[in-house]
């Protein structure tokens, strides 16, 4: 079963004053008082179901939606600031997304204050829920980290006069809170657990492999990542293809997912990413052709190796099979059975210059649109995958390769996945360099993950991002007559200033409430 959110579960702190004392005694029933919650088991598991709609959701498409393998659409949208390198600390998507993880910092924090007022003897339980508690702190934090550095570390309740004097905490500091956290927390957490979408001790581990890959600890990610490895909880699950549909849903591969539940707890991923032509879909944050060109031929080969096999006139046949898994390409079937032809010429509602709504590439984002979807874009169920096995077995590579720590384990990792059922693409040649294997996970990491939420992660710690994000942006290449054309889109340009674009500005909303808050380097 599901974890069932609760919405929302509010503690009433309030301080009433000179009003009788009859009011001052009436116990509110517009929210749950903390003079009558914090008793029983219940009230402790209530209380932690409701930190898990904290995790990110379809907000992982706007962090995806600032890199180089995806286009902002809808140049209105504030993140087309961000692509073009124009924005400022007065942007609302840094803003979103700080606001986002503070507040699920402090519901864990309010959590952890009060779970031991739980009168239990279930001492397993109250450990596993503050387990559960401090991952999900944790994440907020790795995510805090990687888009703005230096972060406040706040890990008690505070009230508003001390959140106006809180200081930059560096991010050292926070990476070690967080690795000890997440080693502490995963020997309270179980393998698995009853309620689908709860934390584990895969996820606590996995997340502390994340950190660490993220933070240049190479050593504790290979050694966390290798924990989730041995524990053999988790496969690959044998269908790419299917990886992100209805049917697959807390499959063997999910370490880490946002549950949602049709007209309960719904995202709107259909309608803000699928095909205009859907019916409520239309086309927010597209892929690129640079992402949709580094996927190989089905032999391996790069599409540029003149003995690949590729043909432009073609360019989607035997292809590596996780492009047209992950992307709506020309000649796709739809949701609704017609075909996909974003050509400028097609006629379609998808053709490309239709309108505003339909992709400005020629290409639509496939995983997490479902036909169970059509005809309510708006209410959908399907679960949002934050933390996967893949993901895993890349970062123990990854971390293996930067420390030439390279054997048999590390080829073996990165074959599994391009190996899969449904992928099969040939075993990497052993013998390679420590500089082909780096090359080659960074690789499958963008495959792999494409549209996943971490693009913008990598390619900021690998310090690739002041190459990969600037020029101009370009689309499908299609067939016009006998020429072949190639979508640019018009008056725009990418602009990537690596002395402070590595970092997004800490926003000027939480400068004023707290002048202690200093600004990241060039903002």
């Known amino acids: 079963m599901k974890i069932r959110y609760i919405f929302p579960l509010v503690v009433g702190l309030g301080v009433l004053s000179g009003c009788e004392q009859s009011l001052l005694d009436t116990v509110p029933n517009d929210r749950i008082s903390s003079d ?17 709609p904290a995790l990110d959701g379809v907000n992982i498409f706007a962090i995806e939606g600032v890199t180089d393998i995806s286009h902002v659409n809808q140049v209105f949208q504030v993140e087309s600031n961000i692509e073009k390198g124009i924005h400022d600390a ?81 991010s ?15 020997n309270d957490l ?11 001790k895969g996820a606590a581990l996995a997340l502390k492999a994340r ?14 990542a290798k924990a989730v490895i041995d524990s053999k909880t988790y496969t690959l699950y044998s269908s790419y293809a299917n990886l992100f549909s209805y049917a697959a849903e807390n499959n063997s591969e999910v370490i880490l997912d946002k549950q949602f539940i049709k007209d309960t707890y719904s995202n709107n991923v259909f309608a803000s990413m699928g095909p205009y032509s859907q019916r409520t879909a239309n086309n927010t944050y597209v892929p690129t052709k640079a992402l949709v060109d580094a996927y190989p031929m089905a032999n391996g080969k790069d599409i540029t190796d003149p003995t690949s096999g590729f043909d432009p006139k073609n360019p989607y046949a035997n292809r590596d099979p996780r492009l047209r898994a992950s992307i709506f ?54 679960n949002i995958v934050l933390l996967r096995y893949a993901e895993v077995l890349l970062t123990y590579a990854e971390a293996k390769i930067e420390l030439n720590q390279i054997d048999a384990t590390v080829y073996d990792a990165i074959n599994q996945i391009r190996q899969r059922a449904d992928v099969k693409l040939p075993a990497l040649t052993t013998g390679l360099s ?17 549209f996943e939420g971490l693009r913008l992660f990598d390619i900021r710690r690998w310090k690739t991002a002041e190459k990969a994000m600037v020029g101009d942006v370009y689309g499908m290449t299609y067939v016009d007559g006998t020429d072949l054309k190639t979508i640019q889109i018009a008056s725009f340009t990418r602009v990537f200033d690596p002395a402070k674009h590595y970092l997004w500005p800490i926003p000027q909303k939480e400068r004023e409430l707290n002048p202690e808050l200093t600004q990241n380097s060039g903002w």
């Not at 219940?42 to 409701?50: K, T, V």
């Not at 179980?190 to 584990?200: E, S, V």
Request: charged share 25%; proline share 3%; net charge positive.
């Open 90 to 170: 007065l942007n609302s998507r840094p803003q979103t997304e700080w606001t986002a993880a503070y507040r699920g910092i402090r519901l864990a924090n309010d959590f952890l204050a009060n779970i031991d007022k739980v009168q239990t003897t279930n001492t397993a339980l109250i450990a596993r829920l503050k387990g559960e508690a401090r991952t999900l702190r944790a994440y907020q934090y790795i995510k805090l980290v990687g888009l703005f550095g230096d972060v406040p570390l706040v890990t008690t309740t505070i009230g508003i006069e001390e959140g106006r004097t809180l200081k930059r905490t560096s």
């Open 172 to 186: 050292t500091q926070i990476w070690d809170f967080v690795l000890k956290e997440l080693t502490e927390a995963a």
């Open 211 to 224: 950190a660490a890959l993220w933070a240049g600890r190479y050593q504790d990610a290979a050694d966390a």
């Open 329 to 382: 390409v020309q000649g796709d079937d739809l949701p609704d059975g017609k075909k996909f032809d974003p050509r400028p010429t097609s006629g379609t509602a998808d053709a490309i210059g239709n309108t505003y709504l339909a992709t400005s590439t020629g290409f639509v984002l496939k995983k997490y649109i479902n036909k169970e979807d059509l005809t309510t874009g708006g209410n959908c169920g399907i």
């Open 190 to 200: 179980p393998a698995t657990q009853t309620d689908k979408g709860r934390i584990t």
């Open 36 to 52: 009558i919650f914090w008793k029983t088991e219940r009230d402790a598991i209530l209380a932690s179901n409701g930190l898990y």
């Open 434 to 450: 420590q500089a082909q294997l780096r090359e080659a996970v960074r690789k499958e990491r963008l495959l792999e993950l494409a």
